[in-house]
């Protein structure tokens, strides 16, 4: 299966300081999160010693089939479903019954679906009344090139926007970094600039999405090992690092909780 530097390894160094973020909102939901707790797009299972254990049964759906194979075996006691969405459906391929879960945990997946809408429309209908969605993606205003795995990006109105179509009661706030996490986001930035500085005719922004995906994983794989060899940052930021913010405008990611 090829391996796209969209699916963050915990084991390579040098996807660690993305790793560490992606890490981070888990630990947050840990401590809030309890019940039926459903996790929308849960991938190789980043989050799922901390979920398991603060919720009293656990759900993950995922299109991937064979890691949800694997985390099955894993996490027996645990429901695990391969299915596309949306919209949310069971292991029998019927909808998942309305009013179901009291948490809802979708970590940067929204950013990968085409019908952005339905997914929280699907979101609103499995949650119990006073149910919560809690939710992360990238901020499009910290984008340093276009990510050709993400059908749109957002910023921190539209984002709320979409989700106050249907959810009424949103707190909406960020994941932000240390001077340390920051100090490492600069020397990405100049780096990236140095590898797009070639795109003179701006085709990252008019090729479709498919044919970047190779070119993207390939330059950023380069430039994440090119980083880590610069002054050894990347190497030592950890989740601590990251941080919630109240400006959700002004963070690298949002990170929204939304009441049924």
Request: proline content about 5%; some cysteine.
């Amino acid at each position: 299966m090829y391996k796209t530097t969209e699916i963050t390894s915990a084991e390579i160094a040098s996807d660690n300081p993305v790793h560490q973020r992606l890490l981070f909102p888990y630990v947050e939901a840990a401590n809030s999160v309890s019940g039926n707790v459903l996790e929308i797009g849960c991938g190789w299972g980043r989050g799922l010693e901390l979920l398991t254990q603060a919720a009293d049964h656990y759900t993950g759906i995922d299109k991937n089939a064979e890691l949800i194979a694997a985390l099955s075996a894993e996490y027996p006691k645990s429901t695990f479903i391969a299915a596309n969405i949306p919209p949310l459906t069971g292991p029998n391929g019927k909808p998942i019954a309305d009013n179901t879960f009291d948490f809802i945990v979708t970590f940067q997946v929204i950013e990968h679906i085409e019908n952005d809408d339905l997914f929280i429309r699907e979101a609103h209908r499995v949650l119990k009344p006073g149910g919560k969605l809690l939710l992360t993606t990238v901020n499009k205003t910290f984008s340093l090139t276009r990510n050709p795995w993400h059908v749109r990006e957002y910023y921190a109105d539209g984002l709320k926007n979409l989700i106050g179509r249907y959810f009424s009661t949103i707190d909406a706030k960020g994941i932000h970094g240390n001077g340390k996490v920051m100090t490492y986001y600069e020397q990405n930035k100049e780096s990236v600039k140095k590898l797009t500085r070639f795109d003179i005719f701006n085709l990252q922004y008019k090729l479709p999405r498919r044919l970047l995906q190779v070119p993207y994983d390939l330059m950023n794989r380069l430039n994440r090992n090119r980083l880590l060899k610069a002054d050894g940052i990347a190497s030592e930021i950890n989740y601590t690092d990251y941080l919630v913010s109240n400006d959700p405008a002004g963070s690298l990611d949002f990170f929204y909780i939304a009441t049924k």
